[in-house]
């Protein structure tokens, strides 16, 4: 019979061998080093809050684009911003998810807001606008579903986006107008509704969560305040999609 800690031990020693380390290439150990430094610099909010609940300022819901991560883009401390991050940044209603992130944040950790960030030169974005090559292997993959919801936001708003001729700039819209839809989709969700009409009945008070579409420049770095209003489209939403009396 087979001595199971030693077939263990055998298994952990080709598990621990570490591969050729190229130039330019990280292993667990630069992580892991990168953690220690980290603590190392941060050892005063560890000691002030390493031990309280968390009380995010916000939802971000972001794309999982490596270049746009959500706390430095925000100058935000650990612990101040709860985050969702996918390819594109959708809010999509059939993802269980996004859903589960959603309703925690809003309706226990109460968040006063919500960001959806999209960025230029989004990859997802780019898919979306292009066509797959016959021999693809992307072809009927979850990606290609997944992208389908960047279609119908193209789809929604093929007169805009087809009077733009420069690929850039149609490319750039196309971003803003995915995280405007995204947006909408939020105020759909009847855990965000019911939040915001509770919030809403108290004097003086501004129905919590707002929700703020943003467009990070991976080139500048700077954010971009697509300010939009969303008062008027809720209303033409709301004939559709409002929940309660
Ligand atoms: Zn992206």
Redesign the pocket.
């Known amino acids: 019979m087979e001595d199971p800690i030693s077939r263990k031990g055998e298994f952990k020693m080709s598990m621990d061998a570490p591969p050729e380390k190229g130039e330019g290439m990280f292993d667990i150990a630069d992580f892991m080093e990168g953690n220690r430094r980290w603590v190392e610099e941060n050892e005063e909010w560890f000691k002030l809050h390493g031990h309280k609940k968390q009380e995010p300022k916000c939802l971000w819901i972001g794309?999982?684009?490596a270049r746009?991560p959500a706390n430095q883009v925000i100058g935000q401390p650990v612990g101040a911003v709860f985050v969702h991050r996918n390819?594109?940044?959708l809010v999509v209603s059939a993802d269980m998810n996004i859903k589960s992130v959603i309703q925690y944040a809003v309706s226990v950790l109460k968040v006063p807001h919500i960001i959806v960030c999209?960025?230029y030169?989004?990859?997802?974005?780019k898919a979306a606008m292009a066509k797959t090559p016959l021999d693809s292997n992307a072809l009927g993959s979850p990606i290609e579903d997944w992208l389908h919801n960047i279609r119908d936001v193209s789809r929604l708003h093929s007169d805009e986006l087809e009077a733009i001729t420069d690929p850039d700039l149609k490319h750039r819209r196309l971003v803003e107008l995915n995280v405007i839809e995204q947006c909408l989709n939020i105020f759909k969700l009847g855990v965000v509704q019911r939040r915001r009409l509770m919030t809403s009945q108290v004097a003086g008070a501004w129905a919590q969560p707002r929700v703020h579409g943003l467009v990070y420049c991976t080139e500048t770095g700077r954010l971009i305040n697509l300010a939009h209003d969303f008062r008027a489209e809720r209303k033409k939403l709301g004939k559709h999609y409002e929940l309660f009396q």
């Not at 030169?121 to 974005?125: E, H, S």
């Open positions: 794309c999982s684009d746009v390819i594109a940044n999209g960025h030169d989004c990859g997802g974005v």
